[in-house]
């Protein structure tokens, strides 16, 4: 969590996620890591806060204690970056937006040496941030228990936190089987959109006749407007690889591949040099932590297709094939990979195992709502105040989240719907904010949970301006192979455009419906099926919009 | 549009009871192929004349004006310029079942060829003419300009169906007599033909 | 052999296990419009045209890569199957630029006939007018890209009975297009053997000789699947 209890020696976290590297995080980091070096005994440009968690500058202590500053992961309210967090003895201090030149008055606070009180320096307190909103007191994190907290680029940080204490638990004291109970106990669904029941997955693989198994993660998160899966990768890419490993030792799989966009290039060099790490202290590799398990991971790097986020597409794309999705059954867990039964699952699903293998199946499933079990991370984004990243049990209400944790509109208007599920969900309007976030009641207004990308509309956006917007991505992402999407949407695209524009007719109107109803029952995936999604939501809970788009022909 | 409406008399004695059929027949931006496919209909063109009032025909009247009241139009062509675009919003409001003949009416076809000419920037219309008449031109290249002699292009080829509502699709390139005869000899009894097969059917 | 039973429109059908759905509506003497299946060929559940209902489910069920299964109730020919397979036919013809009056495949070709059987007497979506282009580089044959439905017949004839792979498929949505070789003129592919499998099974006219003109083109569609029987079975060995 981004608050942390009250420490002895003071430390400052600097998210360097993307989000605050886009705001200016890294002049920032190293102008904080400068003035921390200035004070201590550190020369130019070598962090001192890195040696002093390691401890093995201790003897080096002629003037100011050193002062920790940790490189952390995404510290939630990415909108406010970039973030850093000061904790000490009186607990943690928030600061949003500053610039490297504030660096040296914040480590003076830090350290007592400056001349005014926090209050009154004018060069930071501004930029404080209330850190008992609820945007951050009503968060609940498991996934992102250690992001924000641990050096991702650092696995004894990760260790210390408590990173692979599951996994070589579970090695010496569980059986495959009993793993996958406690996985089944959980209630934990998938998070990459479907919620497929996580335990039956694992159990339909591990039950596979006899021989080779692969375990994959998706982590192509090509949901414009999601971010969950690249806070995982960038700010505890540890937390993940012990999930991936626990799977695959559930499923006895010996070998495995992370599937990551190109487009996440941080995520990538994390990813691949936590990789590295875990091989180096005997956490992956040949006879893991002592035991007979072995495990190999490699990194893909997808060239960013969104379809290749679909699992049939990205085991074609692994397999060094084009990235087209392949009708099922078979399902990946009965034929993956080069045939073998295959376990495929979401970057936060299996970043949600470690903690649920050390509480408990039965802890997980008492948090969030029946048959939602578990926390769900959000990216809130678009007309809101407060934009970044949540994680909240299931079932909380969208109103919740969308305007007590979101702040709502950030002019003060009423917020006008809520899209979730990216291009193949729907929009939620403001009268029905008190519906649960969970799958099914997603689902039964027309929208769907998806990967957990959250757009707030304002009061001042069209909604078939929003369907049509969704409609392009469709139609520049199809993959082309089926008729009803790679065809289909672009007649919708053309059917929106008169929409939007105001010539559309009766009959547009009617062509309009019966193309959703064909494309969405007739496409091959998942991206055909869900791409009318946002034109029906957006029909069923805004159709007046569409009716007085409705040209003077009609 | 129900066959009912252009038929009144129900039928005890038809060819008795029921009043001509008046048929039409257009030629807007197509080949003529259709009509003359429609001539190639050889001795059940008097069986057409017996039952129906050919009342404007670019091959069988001299009408120059679309009548009122039309009960059958077939439809050759595209709607290329101002000139089809203006009859066939007319023969729309004067007729009761209008009948896109071949598949230059139901597809655009080949005139809708043009429709491939558009150069970045201009409609298809701009693109063929400054082809033709100016970059393909020997000497005194000119874009052709008489208002109400020359009809000017549309912008973009459009089916029929694109203009007005249809009623009814006679494909083939041309339909062949036997398919032509097919449609319409329901027609003059009052039905609707079954239009159903390859042999109804099949484009081309 | 074990054997399947299942009840496809009313009528009861035993099919030998393995079998797809297609078969087993066809071993019942029924039909559905087919364009990218092609015997001999592995499936891929591309055109959409063979999707099927099944009782107790929601979801259409592609009847050419689809298992037929013990005890299944198969409906071919619902007025909503009948529909989405007339919209899927349309949206063919709008999305390339068929003018079949001058197309060496007039008569012969599968998706005009897929057309009549859908129903399709106009197209209710407009025609995109796609900037296609020929590519008449090999000695023999040419590709016009216009008439192409991205069955993938070529793509899989070629490596799958010829193994030679010469072509595949390029970009995505609405620009796919069929690429020979690295996406180089045909005519320069060097694993291309001539052998014409490709344009004996392209069931339209975007593959054809360069002998034929206007309705000309003779396709031979049943050669893969004579092929391959030939060779599982070694036919021609003694
Ligand atoms: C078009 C499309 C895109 C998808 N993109 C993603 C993605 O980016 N990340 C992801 O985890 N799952 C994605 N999925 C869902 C996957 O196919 C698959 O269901 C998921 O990875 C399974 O993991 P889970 O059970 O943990 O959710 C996508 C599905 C479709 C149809
Ligand atoms: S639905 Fe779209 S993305 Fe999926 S296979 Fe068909 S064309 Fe490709
Ligand atoms: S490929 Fe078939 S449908 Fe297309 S123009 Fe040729 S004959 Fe007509
Ligand atoms: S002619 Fe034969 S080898 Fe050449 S592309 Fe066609 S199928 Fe392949
Ligand atoms: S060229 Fe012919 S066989 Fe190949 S994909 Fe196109 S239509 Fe199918
Ligand atoms: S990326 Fe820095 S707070 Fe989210
Ligand atoms: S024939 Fe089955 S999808 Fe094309």
Redesign the interface.
């Known amino acids: 969590m981004v608050a942390l209890p009250p420490c002895e020696r003071p430390r400052l976290r600097c998210c360097a996620a993307s989000g605050c590297r886009s705001a200016g995080a890294r002049p920032l980091l190293a102008a904080l890591r400068a003035a921390a070096a200035a004070g201590g005994t550190a020369p130019d440009g070598i962090a001192a806060g890195d040696q002093a968690a390691d401890d093995i500058s201790a003897g080096a202590s002629a003037a100011p204690e050193p002062l920790e500053v940790r490189s952390v992961g995404c510290l939630r309210l990415c909108g406010e970056g970039p973030l850093v967090a000061w904790d000490g003895p009186e607990g943690t201090r928030l600061f949003g937006g500053l610039a490297p030149a504030a660096a040296a008055a914040l480590v003076d606070q830090v350290r007592g040496l400056a001349s005014l009180p926090l209050a009154a320096d004018p060069a930071l307190v501004s930029h404080q941030l209330d850190l008992e909103q609820p945007f951050f007191r009503l968060q609940r994190p498991l996934v992102l228990e250690g992001c924000g907290i641990v050096d991702p680029e650092r696995i004894e940080a990760a260790l210390a936190h408590g990173s692979y204490a599951q996994l070589r638990r579970v090695l010496h004291e569980l059986s495959p089987e009993a793993v996958r109970e406690q996985v089944r106990r959980s209630g934990l669904r998938g998070r990459g959109g479907g919620g497929y029941p996580t335990g039956l997955k694992w159990d339909t693989v591990a039950l596979q006749p006899p021989g080779r198994r692969y375990v994959v993660c998706n982590a192509d998160e090509g949901d414009p407007g999601a971010f969950m899966d690249r806070s995982v990768l960038e700010g505890d890419p540890h937390r993940l690889l012990e999930g991936m490993a626990i799977a695959a030792y559930a499923v006895g799989a010996d070998h495995g591949y992370l599937y990551v966009r190109a487009e996440y290039p941080l995520a990538i060099e994390r990813l691949r040099l936590a990789l590295q790490q875990a091989r180096q202290q005997g956490l992956l590799g040949p006879s893991i932590a002592g035991t007979a398990f072995a495990l190999e991971l490699e990194v893909r790097v997808g060239a960013g297709?969104y379809?290749c986020g679909e699992e049939t597409a990205l085991l074609h794309s692994i397999q060094g094939q084009?990235g087209?999705p392949?009708?099922r059954?078979p399902y990946p867990a009965q034929a993956g990979l080069w045939g073998a039964p295959t376990l495929i699952n979401n970057v936060e699903t299996f970043a949600a195992v470690p903690v649920i293998l050390r509480q408990g199946g039965d802890w997980y499933a008492a948090i969030g709502s029946e048959g939602s079990r578990g926390t769900k991370v959000f990216s809130l984004s678009g007309a809101i105040r407060h934009t970044g990243l949540v994680e909240v049990p299931m079932g909380i209400s969208l109103r919740t989240v969308v305007e007590t944790m979101g702040g709502g509109d950030p002019d003060g208007g009423a917020v006008k719907a809520v899209q979730t599920g990216g291009p193949s969900g729907g929009c939620i309007p403001a009268d029905l904010l008190d519906t649960p976030v969970d799958f099914e009641s997603l689902l039964s207004l027309g929208s769907m949970m998806g990967s957990g990308g959250m757009v707030v509309i304002g009061q001042g956006t069209a909604m078939p301006e929003v369907a049509r917007h969704f409609m392009a991505f469709s139609?520049?992402?199809?993959?082309?192979?089926?008729?009803?999407c790679?065809?289909?949407?672009?007649?919708l695209l053309?059917l929106l455009d008169r929409f939007v524009e105001q010539r559309a007719t009766a009959a547009d109107l009617e062509?309009l419906e019966?193309?959703c109803a064909?494309v969405k029952?007739?496409?091959?995936c998942g991206l055909g099926q869900a791409a009318p999604n946002p034109v029906l939501s957006t029909l069923r809970h805004f159709r007046q919009e569409y009716t007085a788009a409705l040209g003077p022909g009609s | 549009m129900d066959l009912m409406t252009i038929s009144a008399t129900p039928a005890q004695d038809p060819a008795q009871a029921r009043p001509r059929l008046r048929l039409a027949t257009v030629w807007l931006a197509g080949c003529s192929g259709c009509h003359m496919s429609f001539l190639d209909l050889d001795e059940f063109l008097f069986e057409l004349a017996e039952a129906v009032d050919i009342v404007y025909s670019p091959v069988a009247s001299d009408t120059k004006i679309y009548p009122e009241q039309v009960d059958v139009c077939l439809v050759e062509g595209a709607v290329a310029n101002v000139d089809n675009l203006e009859l066939a919003l007319t023969l729309r409001q004067r007729t009761a079942l209008v009948i896109s003949f071949g598949d230059c009416a139901i597809s655009a076809n080949v005139p809708g060829l043009r429709n491939l000419c558009s150069a970045p920037g201009r409609d298809s219309a701009r693109t063929v003419l400054e082809r033709g008449y100016l970059e393909l031109a020997d000497a005194s290249a000119q874009l052709p300009f008489a208002p109400g002699i020359v009809p000017e292009l549309l912008p973009k080829v459009l089916p029929l169906h694109e203009v007005i509502p249809v009623d009814l699709y006679l494909p083939g390139c041309p339909p062949s007599a036997e398919r032509i005869r097919a449609a319409i000899a329901p027609l003059l009894v009052g039905q609707r033909p079954r239009m159903e097969g390859a042999s109804m059917l099949r484009f081309g | 052999m074990s054997v399947v039973t299942l009840q496809v429109d009313g009528r009861d059908v035993a099919v030998p296990a393995g079998s797809t759905l297609l078969q087993a509506i066809r071993a019942a003497g029924l039909s559905v419009p087919t364009l990218c299946d092609l015997e001999g060929l592995e499936p891929?559940?591309?055109?959409?045209l063979c999707?099927v209902e099944l009782e107790g489910s929601q979801r259409?069920l592609?009847a050419c890569?689809?298992?037929a299964s013990e005890g299944q109730v198969i409906r071919t020919d619902t007025a909503?199957l009948q529909?989405?397979r007339r919209?899927?036919v349309e949206?063919?013809f709008?999305?390339g630029n068929h003018v079949c009056a001058f197309c060496v495949a007039n008569g012969t070709c599968e998706l005009q006939d897929v057309a009549v059987a859908v129903g399709m007497d106009h197209s209710?979506?407009?025609y995109?007018y796609p900037q296609r282009s020929v590519d008449a580089s090999h000695p023999r044959f040419s590709l016009d890209h216009n008439r192409c439905?991205?069955c993938t017949r070529c793509v899989r004839v070629c490596d799958q009975i010829e193994g030679a792979h010469v072509w595949?498929?390029a970009?995505?949505?609405?620009?796919?297009r069929i690429v020979a070789g690295l996406d180089q003129p045909w005519g320069e592919v060097d694993a291309c053997t001539s052998c014409g499998k490709c344009v004996d099974v392209c069931p339209t006219g975007a593959l054809f000789a360069k002998e034929d003109t206007t309705a000309e083109k003779h396709p031979h569609p049943e050669r893969a699947g004579q092929l391959r029987r030939a060779r599982e079975q070694r036919q021609w060995i003694s």
């Open positions: 297709a379809v084009r087209i392949r009708t059954p139609v520049n992402e199809s993959c082309g192979k089926c008729v009803p790679r065809a289909g949407t672009v007649q053309a062509a019966a193309l064909m029952a007739t496409s091959l | 891929v559940g591309a055109c959409r999707l259409l592609p890569a689809s298992e909503q529909g989405y919209m899927a949206l063919f709008a999305e209710r979506f407009p995109q439905i991205l595949d498929v970009e995505r949505g609405s620009d796919c």
